[in-house]
């Protein structure tokens, strides 16, 4: 089953009101990107670094979240919002 594929599966058994979240720890690009074609649009990312890698590819198409602890040697750089 394809990304895409299971995005839509979890779509459809999805309660009306629920929004879904989609974690891209360790994803690459073109996986984060078929499941937003697919219709996600709230992406979780772990590492700033990995999001910004990202972010240059998918843009503003999905609303950004940081999932998990931020380290203190990162919190220094640029928010998710102005990469």
């Known amino acids: 089953m394809s990304i895409a ?15 879904l979240l989609a974690a891209a720890k360790a994803r690459e690009p073109g996986e984060i990107l078929e499941a937003v074609k697919a219709g996600i649009s709230l992406i979780g990312e772990n590492y ?3 999001a910004q890698k990202v972010r240059d590819i998918i843009g503003n198409r999905v609303e950004w979240h940081f999932i998990g602890h931020m380290q203190k040697n990162k919190v220094k750089k640029p928010s998710i919002s102005s990469i």
């Open 48 to 50: 700033v670094q990995e």
């Open 5 to 19: 594929d299971n995005v839509r599966q979890i779509y459809r058994e999805l309660p009306e009101g629920v929004r």
